[in-house]
């Protein structure tokens, strides 16, 4: 990879050279570097406090070092005395200061048995209708026998109130309650182990109700526990000892042996879950407290030992001393430490750990303490430095260095060095020198020119900005000239290069961070520069704003400056109902600080960046979440003690429309986090926010508090490698050009074989014709991505005759509708309709199209319609709506199919079984489905399953490329249709055998040109093609047969379609019904009275039926003769009609 020019370093910034080194192997590299593992670290002899050494490590992109187990500890030791190293070094920890939850609280300690131990309470009770007494116990575990842990006496009754223990050896200790002499049974508590345990009782006059509590939960309680008078006043409370006198009268054998401390009354019963939030919280209720634990509010006889102790509740109990964590400052988690702490030398929280190279024990220090340290660097990040450092200087760096001849600006730049500004007005000098030679120079930043320009930041950012309180000037330049460096590092221009330097810092979320941290220092003295500071450029928008929130009627609202050249509608708010909560809490001015950034969805995605790129792995589809808006950010800062305010926010942001045809888009509601992560920023996170709305091109969001925000998109979509794709382009290729072939050849057969033309027949040949057109152009489509006009035209005609294909298939579910369900048997008005929607309504849709997203038709990559801004949809809502109206259609089908094929069943096969009568229902409706699937499209349905699984985009592929084969086979090599007229031009050759014999008979109809024949055809190709058969309801000697293309009824012999000899048909018919002999002009027909077994001699078939030609007498009843014994193909064409009614009586439908 090409890393760009590189500034010129004369001492690289490391001491280390080397290469890749075994895991475990540790290596000297230099005079005060090392290589441990996978990372390199260097010993700093300068002396500094641990601030500033933190800095010095973090500049050098790394961190002072962390040490996370004892072998590492040991190697450490071992290597430093090596290099001779006496001294203690800082390294990157902390003591973590103030854990929630821990308290230090004075213990008493009672210890042994004594009648002469106690505590006694200074404060006078009152008189008490109810009482809860709580306290943190700890047995003495080796003591056996009663134990007080309180009594309460007053002068009229010495038993008033009392918490007894009874413990025995290897059991639970057991627990009562005394109140006016009344004893409440001893109930099992807690173990005998020598922890600390919560305890508490209640006690109200109400119903002499009373419970007892151990470690958060109710483990005892009762009712009817003196209920004559509440607890007496004026009474004395003892702890540790049981009163025989009021005051005294103690008793050895039944004292307290263990230590009690945070011992807290109240005047009222506790509720189950305070009790269970005060045992897991330690949290003191204030409501009804008579008593909070203060050991000076008690009289400690002298001998019981008080001391402090330390707590973290959650049943941890107490320690002698303080307890703590360390902090790494990488964001490591702690697993280890060598940090010890006893009484004499205790750690202190906030203080900083030091090393001992001698020893390798650990300490803390004051911070402020100068000592030597120990960085250490991330081994990619020191080898990409190292490759950063064999480059040449960048035009400009050059450009700078030629700018700047007197004062070298050029050393802040150079990474080997450690100078940085000191103050405001001087990094205003540099700020405003390198913002001129970025726009001087015209030269792009290279990866080297980002990461020095970054790192510079940020040191500027961390500056005092205090001390230049009273220099407004200097400050809102400095700021202005900040903001202006920044925008230009962040601009899409420098996507690349930040991708490029991604290992050592996180793209443009560093100069977010650091834009952040000048916002806050600004902000801690705006009151003294003015009531705003507002800063516009063209990526960054920053306001910082005094406000008093009396005079906030509602709710704040930011919309950035810079939107009204983007045309967008970002914005965020602070509720009118946080603003209120403020001002409750005491608050009356604070200071909005909010920031927007434009450019940073559109830098590239950082290879080893997850929070950029979140990708996890759920079978083999892959869920990756990807910016898509903006950055917009919200503080509130109290200016008095210079902290941030948490507050809930709303912000809604503008993306690009979110459509796709093999992708699923959920937005999710983040928020960039700078914590640390074992060195690296936490990145993106939803903790907290939820999405109220999601729109095509909005998400509005919600989150419960300040800092910047965005909206990730979460794809869901289909991941194939390079050989699936390869394997699914080649089965296309294959399958559409088989397909290409198969359509031209039933095509040509439809169109050059005699066969009888009908409405199926016709909407069957337009559908041929426009899959043929969309495969031509799909096959030859990849020879026109060069070409933008034409792969616009190709994209054109795809769009065009792929929706002209689904639109006759359509067609064709229409018709089967009309013809199945509906039964209309006149279908020549509607077939200019027809012709409307198959070929017009494409037209009229690509031609919308077209005209309303003529410059975004087309995709990026391939000649077919835009996915990203939602023209695919053009294609997609048509077909989504065909199919649904056709699987419509096959349903009806299938169910009157299957209904019939029942009533067939049982009609000719009554003796059959239930099991071969629902065989003949199942093959039935497969068949129907099997026949109808191509020209209904209902295959395309595969589609929507494709993100799912690589299988069903293989059996998509397949199935549609393959399409024009399937209609090949089943409507022309089993298309009974054309098999009978090709059947039939090879029995006419056969029958020029027989001429002479046929000429003997000159009226025969065996003269014509085309031989007579019982009237099948049209039925039999119905059967055969669509599956659709007419039968009787009754045992008939023939079946009566219905063409439902070509309007005409026929009735076939079996016993003459058997022999394949001509036969006459006998019509079933009521006693008054009569038969009409029809032409092909409705016009001619005759109508003549028919007799029973009796042939219609007024009917002969030639091309139809003919009225007024009767054959010559006596040829109905021919016997043996060479003319009738001549296999002679069916003709196309009934002579006999039957009306609606008729039909409807003699037979019902079937698919065969």
Request: glycine letters at 6%.
């Amino acid at each position: 990879m090409h890393f760009g020019a590189i500034l010129p370093f004369s001492g690289f910034l490391f001491f280390c050279v080397g290469g890749m080194l075994a895991e475990s192997e540790l290596t000297p590299q230099g005079g005060r570097c090392f290589v441990y593992r996978n990372y390199y670290y260097e010993y700093v002899p300068e002396e500094l406090q641990w601030a500033g050494a933190e800095r010095l490590c973090r500049q050098r992109f790394g961190f002072l070092a962390t040490i996370g187990t004892v072998e590492d500890n040991l190697k450490l030791t071992s290597f430093m005395q090596s290099m001779g190293v006496r001294q203690a070094l800082w390294i990157g920890a902390k003591v973590k200061e103030g854990r929630p939850g821990t308290y230090g609280s004075h213990i008493l300690t009672f210890s042994g048995r004594t009648d002469t131990k106690y505590a006694k309470l200074l404060k006078q009770f009152p008189q008490m209708h109810s009482v809860t007494v709580c306290a943190q116990v700890q047995f003495d575990s080796t003591y056996v026998g009663v134990s007080t842990v309180f009594s309460y006496s007053i002068p009229s009754f010495i038993n008033e109130f009392q918490l007894r223990a009874n413990i025995v050896r290897d059991q639970q200790i057991q627990l009562a309650l005394l109140v006016h002499g009344v004893h409440s049974p001893y109930s099992q508590a807690v173990e005998n182990n020598g922890k600390w345990h919560h305890v508490c009782v209640s006690w109200s006059r109400h119903g002499g109700g009373w419970a007892i509590a151990a470690d958060g939960s109710v483990i005892a309680s009762g009712d009817h526990l003196y209920i004559s008078d509440a607890i007496g006043a004026g009474g004395v409370f003892i702890i540790g000892q049981e009163q025989d006198t009021v005051g005294g009268s103690f008793k050895k054998d039944e004292s307290f042996i263990g230590n009690i401390t945070q011992l807290h009354i109240w005047d009222r019963v506790l509720s189950a879950s305070e009790i269970h939030a005060l045992a897991e919280d330690c949290l003191v209720i204030p409501l009804g407290l008579f008593l909070q634990w203060n050991f000076s509010a008690f009289e400690i006889e002298s001998t019981v030992q008080v001391h402090k102790g330390y707590s973290q509740c959650k049943g941890d109990g107490f320690q002698t001393t303080e307890p703590f964590d360390i902090l790494w400052v990488d964001g490591t988690v702690p697993l280890f430490h060598n940090v010890s702490s006893d009484v004499s030398h205790p750690v202190n929280q906030g203080e900083c750990v030091v090393f001992n190279s001698l020893t390798g024990a650990w300490a803390s220090e004051i911070c402020s303490t100068q000592k030597e340290a120990l960085c250490r660097y991330d081994k990619d990040v020191y080898e990409q430095m190292q490759a950063f450092s064999s480059l040449p200087p960048s035009p400009f760096f050059l450009h700078i260095k030629e700018k700047s001849a007197v004062v070298s600006i050029t050393d802040y730049l150079l990474l080997n060095k450690s100078d940085y500004p000191q103050n405001v007005t001087s990094a205003n000098y540099i700020t405003n020198m390198l913002l001129e030679a970025a726009d001087e120079s015209h030269a792009k930043f290279t990866s080297a020119d980002l990461l020095a320009l970054t790192r510079f930041l940020g040191i500027v950012a961390e500056l005092d900005f205090e001390t230049e309180a009273n220099n407004s000037e200097t400050v809102l330049s400095l700021a202005t000239n900040y903001i202006k460096l920044a925008s230009k590092i962040i601009d899409a221009k420098c996507s690349f290069e930040l991708l490029i330097i991604s290992e050592l810092i996180p793209g443009p979320y560093v100069i977010i961070h650091s834009v952040d941290m000048l916002a806050e220092k600004l902000a801690d003295i705006l009151l003294s520069i003015g009531p705003s500071i507002v800063l516009s450029t063209e990526n960054i928008d920053v306001e910082i704003k005094a406000n008093q929130l009396s005079s906030l009627e509602s709710a704040l609202v930011y919309k950035p400056k810079c939107l009204s050249a983007w045309n967008r509608v970002d914005e965020i708010q602070i509720p009118g109902s946080e603003i209120s909560r403020l001002l409750t809490l005491g608050y009356s001015e604070l200071i909005f600080i909010h920031a927007y950034y434009r450019s940073v969805e559109h830098h590239l995605t950082p290879h080893n960046l997850d929070s950029v790129l979140l990708a996890g792995r759920s079978g083999k589809s892959l869920r990756a979440s990807q910016l898509q808006t903006a950055v917009i950010s919200s503080t509130i800062r109290d200016p008095v003690r210079a902290r941030n305010i948490p507050t809930a926010v709303q912000y809604s942001l503008s993306h690009r429309a979110v459509v796709g045809f093999s992708k699923f888009a959920t937005p999710a509601c983040v928020f960039w986090n700078f914590s640390l992560q074992a060195g690296h920023y936490a990145g993106w996170s939803n903790q907290g926010c939820q999405v109220i709305q999601f729109e095509s091109e909005i998400t509005i969001c919600f989150c419960n508090h300040t800092t910047n925000f965005a909206v990730l998109m979460q794809f869901t979509e289909i991941q194939w490698g390079l050989e699936t794709e390869m394997i699914l382009n080649k089965l296309t290729f294959i399958g559409s050009g088989a397909s290409l072939c198969a359509l031209v050849v039933t095509l040509t057969l439809f169109t050059v074989l005699d066969i009888p033309k009908s409405d199926r027949t016709s909407i069957h040949k337009n559908l041929f014709v426009a899959l043929i057109a969309a495969q031509v152009v799909l096959l030859s489509s990849d020879s026109a991505t060069n070409s933008k006009t034409a792969c616009t035209a190709v994209t054109a005609l795809l769009h065009l005759f792929f929706m002209a294909a689904f639109a006759w298939m359509m067609v064709e579910g229409l018709l089967l509708w009309s013809k199945v369900v509906t039964v209309n048997l006149n279908e020549e008005r509607r077939m200019k309709y027809y012709y409307l929607i198959g070929w017009g309504l494409p037209v009229l849709i690509v031609t919308i199209t077209l005209a309303a997203a003529h410059d975004k038709y087309i995709a990026e990559r391939y000649c077919w319609l835009n996915v990203q801004n939602g023209v695919i949809w053009a294609f997609v809502g048509p077909v989504i709506f065909i199919i649904m109206v056709n699987m419509f259609v096959l349903t009806r089908v299938v169910l009157i199919t299957m209904s019939t094929a029942k009533r067939r069943a049982i009609m000719l096969a009554a003796n059959s079984s239930p099991i071969e009568q629902a065989y003949d229902q199942i093959r039935a409706a497969v068949k129907a489905v099997l026949v109808l699937l191509p020209i209904l499209g209902l295959t395309w349905l595969s589609g929507v399953l494709v993100p799912l699984s690589v299988v069903m985009a293989y059996i998509f592929v397949i199935l549609n490329s393959l399409q024009g084969l399937f209609i090949f086979l089943i409507y022309g090599v089993y298309n009974t249709e054309i098999r009978s007229t090709i059947k039939r031009l090879k029995e006419r050759r056969k029958a020029l055998n027989f001429s002479n014999c046929a000429t003997s008979r000159p009226s025969s109809s065996l003269t014509s040109s085309r031989p007579a024949s019982s009237p099948v055809t049209g039925s039999e190709s119905l059967a055969k093609d669509d599956g659709l058969q007419v039968t009787d309801g009754v045992n008939l000697q023939g079946i009566c047969k219905m063409s439902f293309y070509d309007n005409s009824v026929i009735y076939e012999n079996p016993a003459a379609a058997n022999e394949r000899q001509l036969s006459t048909p006998s019509l079933p018919r009521g006693p008054d019904e009569k038969l009409s002999c029809c032409s092909q002009s409705p016009a001619t027909c005759t109508k003549v009275q028919r007799d029973p077994g009796v042939m219609n001699k007024n009917c002969r078939t030639r091309n139809g039926c003919k009225a007024d030609s009767p054959l010559p007498s006596g040829q109905e009843n021919m016997e043996d003769g060479c003319s009738l014994h001549v296999p002679i193909e069916l003709e196309d064409r009934s002579c006999y009609s039957l009306n609606v009614t008729s039909l409807k009586r003699v037979g019902s439908l079937y698919l065969d």
